[in-house]
């Protein structure tokens, strides 16, 4: 599941007669993935080998676009350093909780994400109070991992070893497709 964060900005169109005006264009700064139970991704890999080689990897409303093997690294790793942290998120998180909290996925955008460099990451355990701030029986734990635009929250330790898993997979194919460096 995801969530787009967006800002306008001003851009100026063609100078007329010395003045200048402006169209109005929204630029997404960040994307959030929340991630809880099981999670699936396909990876695709275009023109192998080559000049503009390109690792695909589409997980439910999110596609991510890798064209060297170290920006695939640094997402793998971001995930694997993040291990320990992950112990203190609850084990297994009902997705039904989750959804209540974060409305239909149906209403998400699909958000597209190309790296052209390897991202900084980041990684910290959050402590969430959804709609209920003054109970200390309704807040959570959930693991955010910051790579690039993208932010993920994961709820539980299932999404984390499942999402690990399948980075691990984009990884070991991005070395045998991708160039190494971008």
């Known amino acids: 599941m995801t969530r787009e964060t ?24 960040r994307a959030i993935a929340l991630l809880a139970g099981a999670q699936h991704a396909s990876i695709d890999v ?11 990897l589409t997980w439910g409303t999110l596609l991510l676009g890798f064209t060297a093997t170290d920006q695939v690294d640094a997402l793998a790793e971001a995930f694997a350093d993040s291990q320990s942290a992950a112990k203190r998120i609850p084990e297994r998180l009902d997705p039904t909780i989750l959804s209540a909290e974060i409305g239909d996925e149906a209403y ?10 390897v991202p900084r990451c980041g990684v910290s355990v959050q402590t969430l109070a959804p709609g209920r701030v003054d109970s200390w029986a309704h ?5 955010h991992i910051r790579v690039g635009v993208l932010l993920f ?6 999404a984390h ?11 070991t194919i991005a070395a045998a497709t991708l160039p190494q460096y971008s």
């Open 161 to 171: 070893a499942s999402t690990l898993g399948m980075l691990t997979r984009a990884a």
């Open 108 to 117: 998400l955008p699909a958000i597209s994400v190309g790296f052209r460099e």
């Open 139 to 143: 807040r959570r734990h959930c693991l």
């Open 46 to 56: 275009h023109g192998a080998g080559q000049d503009g080689a390109r690792l695909s």
């Open 6 to 29: 967006t800002t306008s900005t001003r851009t100026p169109k063609k100078a007329t007669r010395g003045t200048v005006s402006y169209e109005d264009q929204t630029i997404s700064t």
């Open 153 to 158: 929250r994961v709820f539980d330790q299932q």
